[in-house]
């Protein structure tokens, strides 16, 4: 999705790729341009709320399966581990 050229796509589907695109990109945050503009005049708020709810299982779905499939973390790997550790409550200064 990184390259999306507007020739590729029927305008609808190039603007709901576009806003997907930039809804990503800027953590999940709506900014306001000329396709963002043309994505709300294009889009029913029904097919809006249908969209985003589909970008958020999409998000919810990556996130899952980045638990199960990413390499774990180990100490003999700390700088060049491709995932952290998850902090133990003692790090978090939690007392029992």
């Not at 709300?40 to 958020?56: A, M, P, V």
């Not at 779905?61 to 133990?88: G, V």
């Amino acid at each position: 999705m990184i390259d999306l050229k507007p020739e590729d796509f029927e305008v609808r589907e190039w603007l709901a790729l576009k806003y997907a695109q930039d809804w990503v990109f800027f953590n999940e945050q709506e900014q306001e341009s000329a396709h963002q503009v043309e994505y709300r005049q294009t889009y029913s708020d029904l097919e809006q709320k249908c969209i985003w709810k589909l970008l958020k299982m999409m998000q919810f779905a990556n996130q899952f399966n980045n638990t199960f499939f990413r390499k774990q973390w180990r100490p003999d790997l700390e700088d060049d581990a491709p995932s952290c550790r998850m902090p133990l409550r003692h790090d978090m200064g939690v007392k029992n």
